[in-house]
């Protein structure tokens, strides 16, 4: 059974593997992004377009990271095809939740965008 507590302790769980500042970062934007809905609609779209490419530069950096660990083999207990998955695991999670959030900026614009 899913309960409420398991949802929050998931999403935060998410937040620290995607690196918590990163994913601060983006979570700035994302209130600035539901500032700007009220008070400047024109910016909506654009604050969408800078989390989407700053969780995809949080990504690269965050994958350039399990490279150097790779290459420098600091995990001498741990298979290097595990230490790649789990890599990748969170490296992706920034991403995810960039194209989320820019996902929301469409909604929100298409939805304050004036009828014809």
């Given at each position: 059974?899913?309960?409420?507590?398991?949802?929050?302790?998931?999403?935060?769980?998410?937040?620290?593997?995607?690196?918590?500042?990163?994913?601060?970062?983006?979570t700035?934007?994302?209130?600035?992004?539901?500032?700007?809905?009220?008070?400047?609609?024109?910016?909506?779209?654009?604050?969408?377009?800078?989390?989407?490419?700053?969780?995809?530069?949080?990504?690269?950096q965050?994958?350039?990271?399990?490279?150097?660990?790779?290459?420098?083999?600091?995990?001498?207990?741990?298979?290097?095809?595990?230490?790649?998955?789990?890599?990748?695991?969170?490296?992706?999670?920034?991403?995810?939740?960039?194209?989320?959030?820019?996902?929301?900026?469409?909604?929100?614009?298409?939805?304050?965008?004036?009828?014809?």
């Amino acid at each position: 059974m899913i309960t409420t507590l398991n949802i929050f302790m998931d999403i935060s769980q998410a937040f620290i593997e995607g690196g918590p500042l990163g994913m601060s970062i983006l979570t700035i934007i994302l209130l600035s992004m539901l500032l700007a809905a009220w008070k400047a609609p024109n910016w909506v779209k654009k604050l969408g377009i800078v989390a989407l490419v700053i969780g995809i530069i949080w990504t690269m950096q965050e994958l350039r990271m399990v490279f150097d660990d790779v290459l420098y083999e600091y995990c001498d207990s741990i298979s290097v095809r595990g230490l790649m998955c789990g890599g990748f695991k969170c490296a992706i999670i920034p991403t995810m939740y960039g194209m989320i959030i820019y996902f929301i900026s469409l909604i929100i614009r298409i939805i304050q965008k004036p009828r014809i």
